[in-house]
């Protein structure tokens, strides 16, 4: 995997922010609007954290996630799905054991280097027209050469509360003091992550998310992608 500075031939939305502000729920729906890619770096963690596992590996096991990364096909599917070695990856991906042990991985700088790599490998597939990217980084380290950069802010309390309700609305048991405990948490050990942490860039456009409809949202991130220079 080459070290070099990623090649960017088509055009590049991201969104970032922190845990909880609703960009994966707007990267999806944007994505989706303009017939792009949608890139959820989030799953790809977790796609690397479960192969890990699912190897009889510690989630800290740095040479084995890499050499799940250089020796197997991680690829990204058009709706923020990942494939590895064929196999498309769904809610497995999303078990609490997996919740426990992705954090673990994600710290590690060079298994996270070389996601990003393979992350930007998927701008070379022919069907991409285009792609929409949301995480925590995904315009300050993924993709520094996006063409339209957004972070997504919510104050802590509002997405405290949102996540307490979508538990809730879902069936699944939530103390609201615990989910604002949990996203302080989240905060913390991301503020720690260097040039990964979500930042608002010098070149970025705020999205302020706690207001707005998802419809809204939406909208305005279309008009900003719409005026971009042709």
């Not at 977790?46 to 989630?59: E, F, Q, Y």
């Not at 997996?98 to 070389?114: E, T």
């Not at 996540?163 to 989240?186: E, F, K, P, T, Y």
């Amino acid at each position: 995997m080459s070290g070099g500075k990623p090649v960017q031939p088509r055009i590049v939305v991201t969104l970032d922010g922190p845990s909880g502000s609703g960009k994966s729920t707007l990267a999806r729906q944007l994505a989706r609007e303009l017939g792009w890619h949608y890139v959820d770096s989030g799953a790809w963690y977790r796609a690397v954290t479960w192969a890990v596992l699912n190897s009889g590996a510690a989630a800290c096991d740095e040479a084995k996630a890499l050499g799940m990364l250089s020796q197997n096909s991680f690829q990204c599917q058009p709706d923020g799905l990942i494939s590895f070695d064929g196999k498309v990856l769904g809610p497995e991906i999303r078990s609490t054991e997996i919740d426990a042990a992705v954090s673990d991985l994600a710290d590690l700088a060079k298994v996270r280097i070389a996601i990003n790599e393979t992350i930007r490998q998927q701008l070379q597939v022919p069907q991409v027209k285009g792609v929409v990217a949301d995480g925590r980084d995904a315009g300050s380290v993924i993709f520094p050469l996006a063409q339209l950069k957004v972070y997504v802010d919510v104050p802590l309390e509002t997405r405290a509360l949102r996540r307490h309700q979508q538990n809730l609305s879902s069936d699944i048991a939530s103390d609201h003091a615990a989910v604002l405990q949990s996203l302080v948490d989240r905060d913390d050990r991301d503020a720690l992550r260097g040039k990964s942490a979500p930042v608002i860039q010098p070149d970025s456009r705020v999205l302020d998310n706690q207001n707005y409809t998802i419809e809204q949202a939406v909208g305005c991130l279309l008009e900003w992608v719409k005026a971009l220079p042709a």
